[in-house]
């Protein structure tokens, strides 16, 4: 038994007093799930979750993660208890510049580890952070026995009702079970509330069942005794959820689901169990009623004793310590014992890459015939894999079409799961995420944040758009995840409609805070990974051909280290101020350089410029722009094979934009081109009718 | 049983034979599945599926859904055994211009409803269809018996493992359980074989337990029998097979799940149980073997007995005529029953909008506190609910943030489904998805692409990225489906940067074949709907407030019915040539309109263009384009509260653009408008700014 005193007690109370008048304050956000899970919270951070509150950074501690993000409040109060957050904090929630906003942000919250708010995400995340968790504790400290190891700790998530009904949570969720994830504990509040009340109409699963499809260790707390009777009563026993937690820790070998069964907004007198505590305040005679349930003063409102708070904040502190002088001590001997594994952290944490790098990069011949963006981008994966340990990725189930597996290394598989075609460890580097883009995108977001490894993975470009919540999520939290995207345009060939982007290079460079980067051929490639394994604070998609690109010819053109900068004048042209510049991009570029070639012919000047992302030649000074894009030539061109949106803003009011605004059609890549008008005869004729216009 | 003869036996193995053999002369292609599946396929078209092979578009047609879409060939070479296909079709597989594009695409090929691809999408585009089957039957027929019904028919979904793996195939799936589909039969293709060879590495779950905790009627089809032993064997039980899906179309009452176990590729010699036999071609020596092995000419490609053809089509033909001949009787007597319901149809067939629709469009008083335009769209909603039955939809579970409910209308929900909030029937019509954003898209173009109801369901704008993958497919299929997309800027406020869109707007516009409309008051939001109501063949987003917008002045500015162009001239300004043009959307164009009367205050004619829809604009001839954005005027502004991305196309080199191209934050909505610079000083100095640059 726990052996909770009245100072617990009066703690949780006073969570879902705060609770009731952080949201009673602000005028709006979500009070109920607040409230009734208090208890579950206050025991995480009291009794269960290792981490220091001194140190929110601490290599060593478990993550937490609030997949049902918009109960903030469950997590602030208890960073309030932590002493991370002041009440002043709570109460000013949801208003600009605090540091409770609506959803849990990380980087902007100590304390926070995963920003969360659209539904089922968290799920899928601290699942990665769980995989994660598995690879550091096997790429730094493999020999270590079960639990010993500085590596270790737990990943502990909360979901509600609407998580589980988003599909992303399915597909990790499945995804855990295989990977036999022990380190992972998902506790599913279920209120069977959500935004449009009782889940009656939309939600009646069986929701255990389902987890125990997966192969997930499942258990079942009760705190709605006799539901359904005349009578039901309703115990918090917190004694039985500490054990359903503490039991399934000790299942090494499968993930664990607890469903923890509440009544929303309990013990509000009229709130409880209704849909409205969801997501509006309570109203005042409300949060009356509840402080006068709890034993607290109706008429005050952000009570909290002081002495209750200090012996909180005091037996975290302790128990703080304690686990940190632990783990300090096992962590010195640690490094003293693995002085590679050590500089390999070191390394990893600064964010520097390894010496050995550009030596590693391997680099191609000018060659007609050439050779796809993605096959390059395989070699250079497997090139990096000695020189660069902390990479790792995979595909959702395309690693063969993406290119994304570094030949020779071993699968991330439990050992039974192994196949004749994918030999693997526990340890291991190769990820198969399934067919699942977007829970793929949320666990490339948890192993990012995690920290001490950088992730790939990799689709066909036109499934980004199912990874695209995860996307969103990982520039919002500036993850260093690298999408591999292979299939790129129309070239794609015979798939068809379904398969060929069309406005997925628009749509992604919309995205604040991501890099889209689309390489021109091999060498460009081996650059742009380059430049993307050095940069940090932003996912980059990394968008690649299926079909083979020339390998340009860099003894007559600029070299391919031009794509540090965004872009670059690949050819010059007959005079240093062109006629006409032609704009491209990847498997474009090398179209541009035959048409500058004809109008060459014809008496223009034309300039090349390949462009490979639009993002890092933003970050630019005016000056290099303008070297590159001299305001005075007028005369411009873009191609690339894929939505015109966004070029006008380089081509101009003179410029032509060589595009395609409409789906595509199932037939060999080289016909599509021809008949959709990516030809150098299209990108002359593009340049004359520019050249007339100015 | 069955009673299968030599001829059946003979077309399944053509269908195999044809399968390689197209597949290896295009050189690419998935000719795994299509082999080892043509027992099912074959048995669906020739003794299950009720269609008519005279008429692709029969009303009582059942449905047939290949979810798993790249074994195109499973259902090419049944539609080429019914005559809507020829050999030559077959034989030219995924080449230009072909009827046998990579995927099936629906409006290309007779006899494919649907169009698939990307995994997963079929399952929840199936369920769709039989969800709007239901409210069909419930708004034309609702009198008539089980089974007696013009309006009732059946959907079959052939799904595949990556179809399992994907979530919106899970949130469909439990969906459907809720629902109590009993008109769904999806039959899973458990050959455990995806591309990156076998499942094992990444989907270990039970398929059909978990099918099971949905809530459906799961049986199991074992063809591999002594799987696992050292003499496994395998029996293409064909009168199992039929007897599970005949005894699952008895259960009324739950959605059937028949999970069937082959051996892909089977009976290919070698490739058979292979990965490549998924998605490559088996080659020369393979595709003898294959021929071989089933008593066909190795030397001979597309070899066809013609008498078999000929039967078999024959057959066919014969069993449509007797369907078609019963079903015209009941049709005709059901016409001459129901004159109203007769009436009904024929006007929704036909396009038309009902006589009524222009009497029963609430308009709106210039008000200057307003009112938010999802607000308005809600009383839009339900003042058509009466005139315009065809309509119906519902909500992600957002159905009060959404404004989606018609007031006083029942729900779409089986009777034990009911709650306190909800009252409803299986005939209803709010629809409940849950949070399940994409797998409501699919739903909405399953219940289109019915083609006897209008469907519409909301989510907030920033989850748009969740249902992105069916919004796309929607567009591919020029479905007329409606997304209520509401809370769509930084102005929804205190939820945070998680739930504010910056990119979705430009985003959504890059897509093809999608209008983006967003009504700057609620006298736009009404004209808005009806000319979305009008159109037809192209999916349609509604961006809608959280806030209230004040309700422009129409006795001084122009009427709203402006927005059936995309743009026009809201306030012309002192000059009919102005000094400058300020174009907005939505929540901005009030902005717009101040900032206009502060120009004209400093001697600038300013002139505000309300672009609700840049798609219908471009749709406009030249002339009416020049009138709204005279070339001649090169100062120009544009607000609108999202990314930058696209509007320099109608600002050009000269002008100005008030955007926000970085992540909001949690505050008050009018804050963060200050804040990121959407005011109407904001806009004036834009408009000096561009001014200053012609």
């Known amino acids: 038994s726990l052996g909770w005193t009245d100072t617990d007690v009066r703690a949780v109370d006073t969570a879902r007093v705060l609770a009731a008048d952080a949201v009673q304050k602000t005028g709006n956000g979500h009070p109920g799930t607040a409230i009734s899970l208090a208890p579950l919270a206050y025991l995480l951070y009291q009794n269960v979750i290792v981490h220091d509150v001194a140190d929110p950074h601490w290599l060593g501690r478990d993550r937490f993660v609030l997949s049902n993000g918009h109960s903030s409040l469950t997590q602030y109060i208890q ?32 304390g926070i580890d995963l920003t969360t708010g659209p539904l089922g995400s968290g799920v899928a995340t601290g699942i990665g952070m769980a995989m994660a968790q598995r690879r550091q504790r096997g790429l730094y400290d493999p020999a270590a026995a079960p639990g010993e190891s500085v590596f270790d700790h737990h990943v502990y998530i909360v979901a509600g009702d609407g998580c589980m009904m988003e599909g992303v949570a399915s597909e990790a969720s499945s995804l855990a079970g295989t990977q036999q994830l022990g380190n992972v504990t998902l506790i599913f509040d279920q209120n069977q509330i959500s935004i449009e009340d009782d889940t009656d109409i939309s939600f009646s699963e069986d929701v255990p069942k389902r987890y125990e499809a997966y192969g997930w260790d499942v258990r079942v707390v009760e705190w709605r005794t006799n539901h359904g009777t005349t009578s039901p009563t309703y115990v918090e026993d ?35 169990g209704t849909g409205k505590s969801h997501g509006s305040a309570l109203g005042d005679d409300e949060v009356k009623g509840l402080k006068r349930e709890l034993g607290f003063d109706p008429e005050q409102t952000f009570e909290v004793d002081e002495e209750m708070l200090a012996a909180v904040r005091k037996a975290r502190a302790e128990r703080s310590r304690l686990h940190r002088q632990a783990w300090n001590e096992q962590f010195a001997a640690w490094q003293q014992a693995n002085p590679e594994g050590s500089q390999l952290l070191e390394r990893v944490q600064a964010g520097q890459l390894p010496a050995g790098l550009d030596a590693a990069l391997p680099s191609w011949e000018a060659d007609e015939k050439g050779i796809a963006t993605r096959a390059a981008s395989g070699k250079v994966l497997t090139a990096l894999a000695d020189v660069m340990p902390e990479l790792w990725g995979g595909s959702a189930d395309l690693a063969e079409s993406n290119n994304t597996t570094m030949a020779g290394q071993p699968s991330f598989l439990p050992d039974d799961r192994q196949t004749a075609m994918w030999r693997g460890n526990p340890y291991g580097r190769t990820l198969h995420f399934g067919v699942r883009e977007n829970a793929m995108g949320m666990i490339l977001n948890g192993i990012a944040l995690e920290g001490l490894t950088r992730p790939y993975g990799g689709t066909f470009l036109v499934f980004s ?27 794609l060939g015979e798939d068809g409609p379904t398969h060929q982007p069309i406005e997925h290079l628009a749509s992604l460079r919309a995205i604040p805070g991501l890099d889209i980067v689309r390489p021109a051929d091999a060498n460009e490639t081996a650059q742009v990974w380059k430049q993307v394994l050095a940069r940090h604070g932003r996912p ?44 491209a991009t990847g498997s474009e570029v090398s179209i541009a350089v035959t048409a500058a070639a004809t109008l060459e012919t014809q008496g223009v000047a034309a300039r090349v410029v390949s462009m490979p992302c639009v993002e890092w030649f933003a970050e630019q000074d005016a000056a290099y722009q303008e070297q590159v894009l001299p305001a005075a030539v007028r005369a411009r061109v873009s191609v690339e094979a894929g939505s015109s949106l966004g070029w006008r803003e380089f081509v101009g009011d003179a410029g032509k934009i060589v595009a395609i605004d409409h789906f595509g059609a199932s037939a060999d890549g080289k016909r599509l081109f021809q008949e959709f008008g990516f030809t150098a005869e299209a990108v002359v004729a593009a340049a004359e009718a520019s050249l007339a216009r100015v």
Do not use: N
């Open 465 to 491: 758009d199912y990874m695209r919540p995860a996307v969103r999520l990982g520039a919002i939290q500036q993850c260093d995840a690298i999408y591999v995207w292979t299939h790129d345009s129309i070239g």
């Open 238 to 272: 917190v004694d039985a959820l500490f054990a359903a937690i503490e039991e399934g820790k000790k299942v090494l070998d499968k993930p664990t689901f607890i469903m923890l069964r509440t009544v929303i907004a309990w013990p509000s007198p009229k709130a409880q």
């Open 79 to 110: 960073l309030f208890f932590d002493g991370f957050l002041e009440k002043s904090d709570i109460s000013s929630l949801r208003t600009w510049g605090s540091k409770t906003p609506g959803h849990p942000e990380v980087h902007h919250t100590q």
């Open 540 to 583: 980059t998609g990394m968008i690649l051909s299926r079909q083979a690109l020339p390998v340009l010819d860099r003894s007559t053109m600029a070299g391919a280290d031009g794509v540090a900068k965004g872009a670059y004048v690949l050819v010059e042209g007959s005079k240093s101020t062109p006629d006409v510049i032609l704009i």
